[in-house]
């Protein structure tokens, strides 16, 4: 158990549907990052949150968007879905800003999108 | 632009054999580099990371990895696999400063008993 929490665990939908999902980063750390996992694009970076601020952005399409909350949980909304977007959504913290503190990652949401 | 590439992507082993998977990375400056594995239905776990000092780094459940900056390479080794290694791996890398990861594509292992 890496101490990041995320739910639900799985989410089934329809196109054109929005959903939230939800990311708790571990006790003390203060980013937060959403990766997409999917078959054929692998693991792909979409954005980072560190103590409440948006600090990079990755290959985040402008359907989705995020938000860290002063509380340093961390949502990630995704609208007008399409079968495309079905994946695995992963949410990872670390107790810094930079790419030289590692990554703790969380199980992980599983989005169909039917 | 900052890349890691994984050329292997299916291996299968027998029990008791030696792994090395291949990990190369192309970034200016300070690199930090990690090895994560997921296994089946799981998150990703660190196994190891290099950032500066000895390259030669040991993680978790025996493995280690080798950092050879002429080569831009961070090979993933384990003298003797076990069954319970089946997993898929992933090198990842991050530029000193930098903020994200940029992870390889992955290399499925099958260990045999």
């Known amino acids: 158990d890496s101490g990041v929490t995320q739910t639900p665990k799985h989410l089934i939908t ?12 571990r006790s003390g750390d203060l980013s937060v990052y959403w990766y997409q996992q999917s078959l054929d694009q692998g693991l792909q970076f979409l954005i980072q949150y560190y103590n409440g601020e948006e600090r990079a952005k990755g290959n985040i399409l402008e359907r989705f ?21 079905s994946a695995l959504y992963f949410c990872a913290s670390s107790v810094g800003p930079t790419g030289a503190y590692e990554q703790y990652f969380g199980p992980g949401t599983r989005l169909t999108v039917t | 632009a900052q890349s890691v590439s994984q050329h ?9 054999a030696s792994l090395e998977l291949g990990c190369n990375y192309s970034y200016g400056g300070t690199v930090n580099l990690f090895w994560y594995v997921q296994y089946p239905g799981q998150h990703l776990q660190l196994l190891l990371k290099y950032f500066s000092g000895d390259p030669l780094v040991k993680g978790i459940k025996g493995f280690e990895a080798e950092f050879i900056k ?44």
């Not at chain 1, 968007?65 to 977007?85: R, T, Y």
């Not at chain 2, 290694?85 to 890398?93: H, L």
């Not at chain 2, 930098?98 to 992955?106: E, M, R």
């Open chain 1, 14 to 25: 329809a196109t054109g549907q929005r959903v939230t999902l939800r990311c708790s980063p």
């Open chain 1, 65 to 85: 968007s995020a938000q860290q909350f002063p509380d340093l949980h961390s949502e990630l909304n995704l609208s007008s879905l399409e079968l495309g977007d």
């Open chain 2, 8 to 16: 292997n992507h299916h291996v299968i082993l027998s029990e008791a």
């Open chain 2, 70 to 113: 002429s080569k831009f390479s961070f090979n993933l080794r384990k003298p003797s696999v076990q069954w319970s290694d089946t997993a898929e791996y992933f090198c990842a890398g991050a530029g000193g400063g930098g903020n994200k990861l940029t992870f390889g594509t992955g290399t499925q292992l099958k260990v045999e008993l």
